[in-house]
């Protein structure tokens, strides 16, 4: 064997082994290769270490794990005409990459546009009051309608979920003055409803006090005793009985009914009384002379000696 020969045997060793190296691909435990032999679809390759000819084959890496993408911010007008601006996120998984690979030309950006337009569709198809108080159930739509369409495409949609809805200041503004009229009006039920409750305790209370003896009297002792405990001076008389102050109070009473009735019509020529002017008592009558005033420097008339 000649140099010449060696050389071009050793060249030709190596060439085989670089050759073979770059045949050699790594297929991580998540990922599905297809293979293409010319251009054509020859098969998928599994996780391993897997010989790919350079020049014949080409390959096409798949994720299988579930993938999570934002969808793009989309100003929506719902139903009843407020604006609003949605952020949502997408997780779908490919479990058929040659249909995928094959039939799509860029899923990931396929799945993101659909769900975009069909989120776009679902909210505007929606009451403003329900989109926020159901999010659960508008995401929940979206990804049905999301999965029959992609579905085809051997991609299956995980989630959709609304990340976030923003609202103009406007709109928020009168949402919480919704808010505190519905908390005010919650107040005023359930003050009336204690009111009510308050009263019926004072009824039978006051039926409690007035049926059973000396209750008053207890009552009378606890309010002294509520008294005796603030720092203004307050002036009881406990002399007075629980049957006396009973007595002051329906004299107390009979005293206003007889100012309330009318007054008596009193015939022609007849002394009138005031109304409110307290009646004299003829002990207290003073004499005819008296009634009359007398002058300053007058003198005094003798008395009557008949008398």
Known sequence: MGPETVMGL?????????????SLKRIRQWEVALRFTFGRFTGRLGPGLRMVLPVVHDIRRVDGRVRNRDVPRQMVIT????????DAVVYYRVVN????VIDVENYETAVLNCA???????????????????????????????EEIVAPWGIRVELIALQDIR????MQEVIAKKAIAERDRIYVVIKSQADVESAKNFAEAARILATQHGAMELRRLE???TLSQGTSKVIFDLAKSEGEVVKGAAAIAEAVADRSEPPVVAEAGAAQPILGAPALSPQRALPAAEEAPRPFGAPRSAPDRDT
């Open 10 to 22: 050793f060249a030709f060793c190596a060439f085989a082994l670089v050759f073979l190296i770059s």
């Open 223 to 225: 309010a002294l005793q």
């Open 116 to 146: 975009q337009v069909v989120l776009r569709d679902v909210c505007g198809e929606t009451m403003l009051d329900h989109l926020l108080a159901h999010r659960d159930e508008i995401a929940a739509k979206v990804r049905v309608q999301v």
């Open 97 to 100: 990459p040659e249909r995928a």
């Open 167 to 170: 609202l103009p200041t406007q």
């Open 79 to 86: 139903h009843d005409n407020v604006t609003t601006t949605i």
